[in-house]
Each structure stands twice: as structure tokens, then as C-alpha cells.
């Protein structure tokens, strides 16, 4: 009777673990972005290990890795990575991650192997060596992981050897193009299509990539955008300083060969794009004479009319390369009024005032800014709303799961899919943590949630920054601090001299001599009040402090800074 | 032959003084947007006293106000004040200015200065009492300011008793439009044109909002978003719940008038929101019954169909009505699935993530989310490109001036002015500060800066935070703060005890026992290791500090708190 219970138990258990379970993990609110886990059984594949950059609450953090808390204890099941692309939000938290769960094997297109790789050897000298490569040499290949039987298409995104990829499972066949775009009429390659994925093993499940759910523009095309570009260059009057991203990878080589083309010299400026760009063309994606790229020192030995520099920091980030230029704090780089600047890019979220602010002051400096609210000169990597729809069309899949957007972008993928047609019970949205199980091609969505709270990067620190030490940088940032300082004698527990103060971030000490006497005697009056008998103890003393300066402080100025009083026994 | 000299340099200190100088002062990158200085010999009017949001590199910072010292001294030539309209941008520093200039007279229309003497009883009970008020009672009236002869025309914009100012002086006529916006089709009005702007005594400076100057998108027509607003009140399966600026003062009205229409009642939230359409209901400009407008703790009296809740927080602002009734910490609304709820707003710069944060709850909520995204639920107030054009051609002015945005929006107006056939020399871009000269008709743009350094409102303090202040602020929110404390005997200069650390926003101190006890150490040795003869002063012992602290920090952590040494002698 045990036996059979025992028995019955184990096969439920059996029953329960044989799932196909599809778990995003990583990225914050763009669900999935930087990380999705595949479990089947005692099989694990994971699916890109990105980073997000920080919050405008968040400050001093440098980025924000997957919290894998889930992998904990599973790390031996983990049969691969599979990294979709070279981007940092795919592969920028792979330094860390891969060394905490042992280094498990990684599968890649070669320039995105070799980006990881120059990642990898960024954070820490050496770790390179400790990656266990599958080179995915041919788009054909196909890799057994465990269960798992993957097998890869290309996709339109703005980076070379970007992949889709197909992961065949007992339960279901999961589509899933990672970044994508769809572009009518490519200037590098045949036009991608999808058509082929309606074909594979149904049940079918297609994540897609959902961004441009809301998105009815219409998108730039590579081919205009490349032909503005060109032209901007062929006629510039002067130098023509394209400022972009470092991983447009794609873009840079179009520039550099067109360059080429018409006997222009290009320098590249940024740290990130440098190597980037030198990467591919180690791997012999970018093929460009020796002489057409120059270094940036060298760029005064040419006529200006020959001179091409490719720069990062159109986001107006402080550092960067384009902010230098334009601050006039650049080595090699001074704007002059005949050169031509062209951002092209788009705008992240969030970086608004600050590219308003660079475009500001660049405008001061030349008569030839060109951005895209005047010019086509940036084309998105990632595709729109009609983009979605014919992507749906051509792969037909059974079930859809929007991904890698906010969530308020998924609901609208999947209204965008109903009117496609689409049954509702067929579409999925989850969350960072949700669980999604298949059981032999029957979705359900579970209740279980894993854990994905942020895990902030600053520093060397990874995951030590607490919401106590963040929320103290807030209140830090908002109105300062105010250290008050007290020496009382340890036997009669009367205060010795006047109390100090240190203060930074709440008023200019120097113009507030009154505050500060002021506060000096509400000190002194705290400490004389008190009852020696009941109030003697420091805790109380403190609070007492904190409250009463607190109150006087904010009474007399509207600020809360924080209070930190220290009590010295002497 | 002394008096000769005298007389000619006062002839031509005389002539130099008979100008007119055109002065934009307040608003920082959007040049003129909060205070424009008018003076002409011994006369000063002034166009609005608005205040400033403040940028991200701010923190804690509540606004910043025009910096008017170039006034100071000649208050008594300041013969008014004039407010084009009732929004904080061109009324909110008033408070603070008015008082600082001795109240001069103020010149609008009825709602502008209701709302004028609202803000400033918020500022400063009874300060209203001060007030010197000339009010516009009809757009033809004409006031005599000094050697200036005021008249006025409306333009459309999204509040009520928006005007624009006719400046006529012995030189040359001004025309400012203030904010504006061209409606084809208004829903209360009649059609608003500019024609007759072209026939006053010329020369005619245009001074325009030029804030729309790359936007070639067709703006939302009011009509459009009227009535997709209707609609959606009048199909929402269960309350509506809309989103919007309490400066959307039109837009609130014209809700009023449609829900009253159709029997649906109307609950307001939020301070500024109640305050405004309060004020312009005791004008007579929003007529609704009394049943109409309920307060928000009696919409539970009504059926869910019957309600349309109006609130503030539209930009997810933390504290605001929307992100509470979000947060699920409004004490009356609380969202249901059938809630329908609209986002009549645009997105201010630098609130991108914020509000996407807000969108992704309320979708989590609620199933019928509507944004500008998806309907055209929001009508700029503010003129595009095709717009500029269309009233540069009626106004046909001698000299152009486009305002009121960012550097680069004005350089982008001047280039849009050449293609509609003006010529370059008569188009100024000037920044705040700039003076510009018209001497009989001729413009001259100066080499004249008058200071504009940024004022900044924090609490009660006006102008008191230094960049000390607020580099201060950025550094502690980078990373935080560590304060080291150090006892030693007054005599032999010896440490006594352990010193003490206090810090925040660097580290989680509970968790970092070691590190804090190994910088103890160092401190310890520092003290030690000194020459007592030679470096026994606090000056030396707390750069050591601060230096050999400082970086024994950032090579365990990477992070730069700021460092700050205490030394007690006993």
C-alpha cells in the first residue's frame, strides 16, 4: 500500500518536473530582456545574461543584473547560454553571472562570442579563459543541450550576427528572435523573413520582442537613412562628426566602407566603440584598408573636407566622448563652424533634458547640426507595430508571448494580436519571476513567482546596495546632512564645550552663522533640560537630537536634512 | 571747451539711454519663457514672473526662479507688470519677485490675476493685500505704461484669458504672443488669426514661441480630441478616471459642460486642479450646476457609470492624485477592472520613465488604459513648425525674434524664417541675459550680458544654495557619506580609543563589519605613524585622513563616499 502511494507520488513528481517551464528573469521592467531561463526536467538553457541600466532613483548605481536566486542549487542542470547578440543588455552581466554558476558552456555567433569574450577580460583579467565556447559556425547548426534541441535563423537588428533562436522541446517548439527588426529592404543582406518558423514542430510558442507595440509610425528604413547619411557626408563642407552608439556596429561599418568609397579618412573616439569596431574586424566582419582608419590624434594631418569622426556620447552623457567635443575638453576634437553633426541615434528614455542641453550647445558651435527631428539619419533596430503583426502572420505560432517591454507594451501586443486574429486564451503575459510550464503543448500560467528583486552593481559591490543605503542616498540627495557633535563628561554628564557641526548638501555653512548658533544652543539646551537620572542613555539623547534640530532645522528653512547626532563620552 | 565735451557726452548718454532694450531674463534653457524685460529710458515694464522645474543635476531643488538682478536699483522705473497668462511657468515666481521689486502695478485679465492672487495667499498669507492690480476687462482696453502704450489680442492657448501683448514704443512695435497655440477650429471661440497684428505702426517685432519649431507633425485639433473624449465618457462601461495638468484649465471645462450634458457627475483631485477650476468658477468662466461638481469622498453614492473622476499626477508624479489612487493609497478611489482611465496629457521631458512606471501599474489594474499612444486624447497647447509659418506670413513682422525654447529650437526657427523668404539680419536669437537695442527702428544685438546665474527655491531659502550646495547633494547621492571620528588627547596627541564611523549611502554597515574595522585600522595608524612635532595640527591629520581613507575605500569598494574627518581633542 505504501509502495503504491510511494509510487503514484514519484510519478506525479515525474509528471510535475517533465514540464517545459519558461521563466523570464532578467531585465526590470522590460520583461525578459536580459535574461530568460528554459527548464525541462534536469535541463536548464538560458537565454542571454544582460544588463539595465540604473533607474533616476537609483543613483551612484552602475547597472543592474538577473537576480538567479532560481539557479541557486541548479547549477549542474545548466546545460548552455545561448547569447542572441553582442549587446550589453544581452551580454553585459555575463562577467558576473557565468562565474557564479561555474562558467557553464556559452553558444554564440562568432562576433558575439568575441564581444563577451572582450567583456569577460574588461571586468576581470583572465576570466576569459574560463569560457567554454559552442561556436555557432554555420546558421544551420544544430546543438543537443540535454533535452533541448536547438537550432538558430538570423534576424534584422542593428549588430552583426544577431540570431533568432529555436529551442524543440517534448512539449513544444518556443520561437524566439531576440532584438528584431523588420526591414523591408536590407543594405547588407537578403531581406529576412519568418515564413520558414510556421513550418517547425507545433505546438509553437513565439516570444517576441514587443517594444513598437504602440509604435504606428512608420520606420526608417536602413536604405533611407543610409542614403541621408551618405549624402550628408559626400557634401559635407568641413569635418562631419557622427555621433551614435557604440554597439550600431552594423551602422559604423556601412560609414567606414562608404568612407572608403569616396577617399574619406574616418577616426573612431569612445572606448566601447574602439573595441567594438576592432573586434569585428579582427573576425573580419568590417574590411576596410589600413588608411581609411585613422587614430583620432592624426585627424589634423588631413584636410578637414577628408575627415570623418565617429564618436560616442549623443545621449549626452557627461563622459562622453561628443559632451567633451562640445565642452571643449577634447584632446584632439575642437568644433569648428564649417564641421557637420549628426546624431545618429535615438533617444533613451530618461535622457531627454540632457540631449537637449548637448544639442543646445552644439548649435552654439555650428550652423550644420543634423538630428532626427529634421533628417532621417537613425533607423530603429527594433520593429513597430505592423512589424508585430507581419511577424505574426508569417510564423503563425500557436501561442504568443510578448516579451522585452513594459508591461503596459505586452498588453497592447496583445490587443494588437486579437485584431490579428489571435484568441486570447493563446496569448500569455508575464512577468519578471512568472513561471510558464507546458505540459505536452498545454500552457498554464502558474501562480509561482521566483524571486527577481534588483540586484544593483556599484562598484565592486554586487547585490550590497540594500533599499536602506539607496533610500539614504535619496534623502542624502534631496536636502543634505547635518552632523551634530556633542562632548559631554562621562561622570556628571553635563556637555563639554559647544556642540560641532558638519553639513553638507543643506545650506552654504559660510552664510548661515546664525542657524548654526541657533541650533548650537537648542543643543546645548537638550542636554542642560534633561532629567540626569532617567535620560542619561545615549539612544536617548540621540533621538532626542534628531528630533528637536530635525523640527528646528525644517521650521526655519522648509529642508530635511538628515540628522545624525554623535555623542562623545569623555 | 570742458562744457562742450560734457554736453556732448551727456547728448550721447541721452541717446544711448532714448532705446529700447529688449531683456529676456527668466527661464534658463528656454530662453524668455518665465520674464521678459522691457525698458526704454527710465521706463521698465516687465512680460511674466514664472518659475522653472528643476533639472535632473538639482536635487532637492523645488524651482527656479528669473535672477533679477539686472532690476535691482531701479524699481521705481518698473511702471508694471504684466502676466500673459495663468500658468506657473509665467506666474509662479511672482510671489517672491513682486515682493523683492515693492509691488508694482500688475496688468491681466480677470482669471490670470485670480490665479496670480492665489498663489501668491499660498506663498504668504494676506501678501495678496499688497497687490496693485489693473485689470484688462476687455481685449481692446489700452494702458498707457510710461513711455509704453499696452494693447492686447487673444490668442488660443489650453487656459482661459490668454493674451497676447502689443508693446508700442517711439522706436518700434512689439508684438508677444505669449504661449499660443493655432486652432483651426476651436470648440469655444471664434477662429483666432493674426492678420490685424500686421498693420500696426511699424516696425514690428515679433517675439514668438518657437518651442514647436522641428515638430512637422499635424497637431491633435481640439475638435479631434473632444470628441474622442466624449466618446469615451460616454461608452465607459463603468468610472472614468482622467489624468491630466490642473493648468488644462479649457480642457477641465469643457469636460464639466460634456458630463453635465449627459447626467454624469464629475469629482476633482488635487490641490492646484480644485484651486484653478474653483477660481474660475467664481469668475463665471466654468458654469456647471452644483449637483454637478461633487467632492471625491461621495462618489461611492453614485453608480460606477455615473462618475468621472478628474485628477492630477498624469506625469506620475510620486505624490500626486493618479500614482496614490495607483499605489492603492487614495482614500477614495480605489481602481477597478472596469475603470476606464485617460491619460489627456503629454509627456514632459525627463518624466519618460516615471510615467511608463505608472502606465505598466495601471495596466496591472485595469483593462481600458487610454493614452496618447493609442487615441488623441491630448491637444498640444503649443504651435508646430506649419504653424510658425502660418503666423509669420499673417503677421508679416520686420523683425523676428522666436523665443521661448531651447537654443537650438530658436536656431531651427530662424532656418524655417529664411525658408518663408525672411532675411537673415532681421532674425535675432538671443539667450537670457541678452540685450538687444532698437535705436529709431534699427535692432542691435549687444555684447551686453546682464547676469542670469540660476536662483534656486528650495524650502524656504530663495537664491541660498551655492553650487557648493548642490555638488554637495550629487556627491552624497553618488555614494554616500563616512564620517570618521577621531578622540585624541589634547597633550600627547594620542588616539583615544577606537575611532568612530558614521555612514550613509555607501554601504550597508551591519553587513561590512570587516571593512569597517580594517579602515579603523588605518586611522589608528595614520595617528601613529605622524611626527608628532611636525604635524600635530587637525588641518594635517584630517587631509591624512580624508586622503588615505578616501582611497583605501575606493580600492576595496570602488565607491567614492565623501570622506569626512572629525578630530575631538580631549
Redesign the interface.
Given at each position: 500500500m505504501i509502495q503504491k502511494k510511494q509510487i503514484k507520488r514519484d510519478q506525479e513528481t515525474n509528471k510535475k518536473t517533465n514540464l517545459l517551464r519558461i521563466i523570464p528573469l532578467g531585465g526590470q521592467?522590460e520583461v525578459g530582456r536580459n535574461m530568460t531561463v528554459f527548464e525541462y526536467h534536469k535541463d536548464i538553457i538560458i537565454l542571454d545574461m544582460g544588463v539595465q541600466f540604473p533607474?533616476?532613483d537609483m543613483?551612484?548605481i552602475d547597472y543592474i543584473i538577473p537576480n538567479i536566486c532560481y539557479l541557486k542549487g541548479k547549477e549542474k542542470n545548466i546545460r548552455a547560454v545561448i547569447f542572441s547578440h553582442g549587446h550589453l543588455d544581452h551580454i553585459g552581466a555575463a562577467p558576473i553571472l557565468l562565474e557564479q554558476l561555474g562558467y557553464p558552456p556559452v553558444v554564440g555567433r562568432p562576433l558575439t562570442l568575441a564581444l563577451l569574450k572582450n567583456r569577460l577580460e574588461d571586468h576581470k583579467k583572465g576570466s576569459a579563459k574560463q569560457l567554454r565556447s559552442i561556436i555557432i559556425r554555420n546558421i544551420t547548426d544544430r546543438i543537443r543541450l540535454g533535452k533541448f534541441l536547438t537550432k538558430f535563423f538570423p534576424v534584422d537588428h542593428s549588430i552583426m550576427d544577431a540570431i533568432g533562436i529555436i529551442i524543440e522541446t517534448p512539449h513544444a517548439t518556443v520561437l524566439h528572435p531576440g532584438d528584431w527588426t523588420y526591414e523591408e529592404d536590407p543594405v547588407s543582406h537578403r531581406k529576412v523573413q519568418y515564413h520558414q518558423l510556421a513550418k517547425l514542430k507545433r505546438p509553437t510558442i513565439l516570444m517576441l520582442e514587443s517594444l513598437g507595440a504602440?509604435?504606428t509610425n512608420k520606420r526608417v528604413p536602413e536604405r533611407v537613412m543610409y542614403n541621408n547619411l551618405q549624402r550628408l557626408i559626400s557634401q559635407a563642407p568641413g569635418r562631419i562628426i557622427i555621433g551614435t552608439f557604440s554597439s550600431q556596429i552594423e551602422r559604423i561599418k556601412q560609414i567606414l566602407e562608404f568612407a572608403e568609397k569616396i577617399g574619406k579618412k574616418v577616426a573612431l573616439d569612445g572606448y566601447s566603440m574602439k573595441m567594438n569596431i576592432e573586434v569585428a574586424k579582427q573576425l573580419g566582419y568590417i574590411k576596410v584598408k589600413k588608411e581609411t582608419l585613422i587614430p583620432i590624434d592624426k585627424i589634423h594631418r588631413y584636410p578637414d573636407k577628408q575627415i570623418i569622426v565617429i564618436c560616442t556620447g549623443a545621449q549626452g552623457e557627461g563622459n562622453a566622448v561628443l559632451s567633451r567635443i562640445v565642452n571643449g575638453q577634447h584632446r584632439f576634437v575642437q568644433i569648428k563652424k564649417s564641421d557637420t553633426i549628426v546624431f545618429s541615434s535615438s533617444i533613451i528614455?530618461?535622457n531627454?533634458?540632457?540631449i537637449?542641453?548637448l544639442?543646445?550647445n552644439?548649435?552654439?558651435l555650428s550652423d550644420n547640426?543634423v538630428h532626427s527631428?529634421?533628417m532621417d539619419i537613425h533607423s530603429s533596430g527594433h520593429g513597430t507595430a505592423e512589424d508585430i503583426a507581419t511577424v505574426l502572420k508569417q510564423v503563425k505560432p500557436d501561442y504568443f508571448l510578448p516579451v522585452y517591454a513594459?508591461?503596459?507594451f505586452l498588453?497592447?501586443a496583445e490587443k494588437l494580436a486579437i485584431r490579428e486574429g489571435f484568441r486570447k486564451e493563446n496569448i500569455f503575459i508575464l512577468d519578471n519571476g512568472s513561471v510558464l510550464e507546458f505540459d505536452h503543448g498545454r500552457p498554464h500560467l502558474t501562480n509561482q513567482k521566483v524571486p527577481t528583486s534588483y540586484v544593483m552593481v556599484?562598484?565592486?559591490?554586487v547585490g550590497?546596495?540594500?533599499h536602506?543605503?539607496?533610500r539614504?542616498?535619496?534623502?542624502?540627495?534631496?536636502?543634505?546632512?547635518f552632523?551634530v557633535?556633542v562632548?559631554i563628561d562621562a561622570e556628571t554628564g553635563k556637555l563639554i564645550n559647544s556642540p560641532?557641526i558638519?553639513s553638507?548638501?543643506?545650506?552654504?555653512m559660510k552664510?548661515?552663522k546664525k542657524l548654526l548658533d541657533q541650533t548650537r544652543d537648542k543643543v546645548k539646551k537638550i542636554l542642560k533640560d534633561r532629567d540626569p537620572r532617567t535620560s542619561a542613555d545615549e539612544t536617548f539623547i540621540k533621538n532626542k537630537i534628531r528630533d528637536v534640530i530635525g523640527s528646528f532645522l525644517?521650521s526655519?528653512?522648509?529642508?530635511r536634512p538628515?540628522v545624525?547626532p554623535?555623542i562623545?563620552e569623555?
Open positions: 521592467e533607474e533616476e543613483p551612484g504602440t509604435n528614455p530618461g531627454e533634458r540632457t537637449q542641453r544639442k543646445d552644439l548649435y552654439r547640426v527631428d529634421i513594459n508591461h503596459y498588453k497592447e556599484d562598484g565592486l559591490g550590497d546596495i540594500s536602506v543605503v539607496l539614504d542616498r535619496q534623502m542624502l540627495a534631496e536636502d543634505g546632512m552632523v557633535i562632548k560641532d558638519i553638507r548638501g543643506f545650506i552654504y552664510e548661515n525644517f526655519k528653512t522648509e529642508r538628515m545624525l554623535v562623545i569623555v
